[in-house]
C-alpha cells in the first residue's frame, strides 16, 4: 500500500513539475531567444561550467587524501606486504598523474575553445606522428606495469615449499572461522562436510591417522618470521579471507581447497607500540570515551578500552551476520607460539572425550561404581582439570544419594 502511494505521489509530482514548466514557458517575454540553438551566452555558461566542474574534482580529491589518508592501513606486517604497496602505490601515482593531465586538459579545452558566432573550428583530418606518439607511450607505460604487477604476483601467489612453511587450515561457516593446525606431522588430516557431527565441527575424517593429531581453534597464532601456508575451506557459501595487516585475501570456495602462503614480520606486540597504532588506538579511545559519557548519562554499561589486535575478516557478503564474522590473529615468538600450540587439545583427544561423553548417561543408569569412574579418568590423559573436578563432584552427588 506504501509503495502504491508513493508511486501516486511521485507520478502527481512529476504532472506538476510538467505543468509548472508550460506555465513557465508561456510567462516568457515575445521577445527573448526561443531557439533550440545555443547562442553565444549559452557557450560561455557551458565552458565555465566544465572549468568548474574540473576544479572542483581536484578539489575533493585533495581534501579527501588530506582528510582520510589517517585511513590507510600501516606498514605491511607480512614479507610480501611490502612488494604489494610499492605496485599499489607506483600504479596509482602513475594514474593519477595522467587522470590529473589528461582531465585538466580535456576541460581546460572546453572552455578555452567554446563555440562562439565569429569562431570556425579548422578542419584537420589526421596527423600520423601524434597517433604514434599516443599510441605508443600508452602501450610502454601500461606494459611495464602489466609486466611488473604479473612478477609481483606470481611472486606473491607462488609458495615457496623448500621453506617448508607451517600447513594451517583457515575455516569458514556462517558466521565465524576457525583454524586447524596440521600438528607434528604438518599433514591436515582428510576432511568431509559429511563428517560434520558433534564436536566435530569441521569434518576431520576419524579413520585419517593425519588428522588425530590436528588441533582446532578458534583463535589464530602465527610465529612471527616463520612461512605459513593457509588451507582455505568452506562449509556452506562463498567467503573470503582477508588478512588486511598482512595484505591477503583469498576467496573460500564450498566444494574446494584454495591457499596463500605468507610470511609475519611484526608481531601483535611490536605493531600495537607502533606511532601509527598507538595514535589510532588513542583517537579509537577517545571517541569511546565521549560515548561512555552518554551511557553514564543513561545509565547503560560503558564500552570497554580498545586495544588493538590482528584480525582475520570475512570479505564476501556471505549472509545476515556476515560484518560480525572475524577471528583473532596474534602474531608471536616462536617460543610463546609453540608454549600457547603445546595448550591445545588433538582432535584425537576431543574426540575421545566426546565417545566418553556419549557413554557417560548410560553408564549412570546402569550399575555404576566409583571404580568404573576411575578407570575412565585414567584412560582419558588429556582431561583437562575441569572435566576431572566435574566428574568428582558427580561422584559425591551419588554418594550423598
Ligand atoms: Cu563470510
Known sequence: MTVFLVIIVLALLAVTG?????????????????????????NK???ILMLAFVIFLYVITIYCFWEYGRFYLPEAASEHGSEYDTLMFVSIALIMVVQVITQGLLHFFA????????????????????????????VIVLAGLIIYGLFTWSDIMNVNTEEDPMIVEVYAYQFAWRARYAGEDNTLGKANVRFIEGVNQLGVDESDSYGKDDKIVTELHLPVDKPVLFKFRSQDVLHSAYFPFFRAQMNVVPGMITQ?????????EEMRQSEYMVEKVQSVNEERQERNEELIANGEPTLDPYEFEYFLLCNKICGQAHYNMQMKIVVESEKDFNAWLEEQPTFGSVMADQSKDVDRPEDTSGSESPASEGEEDAEGEDNTNEQSQESEAVAVVEKNN
Open 18 to 42: 510538467w505543468q509548472i514548466s508550460k506555465i513557465f514557458e508561456m510567462s516568457k517575454r515575445p521577445d527573448a531567444d526561443t531557439s533550440q540553438i545555443a547562442n553565444d551566452k549559452d
Open 45 to 47: 555558461l557551458n565552458g
Open 111 to 138: 572552455f578555452k575553445y567554446k563555440g562562439e558566432k565569429t569562431k570556425k573550428a579548422l578542419f584537420f583530418a589526421d596527423n600520423d606522428k601524434l597517433e604514434f606518439v599516443w599510441t605508443i607511450i600508452p
Open 260 to 268: 596463500f602462503g605468507f610470511t609475519p614480520t611484526i608481531t601483535s
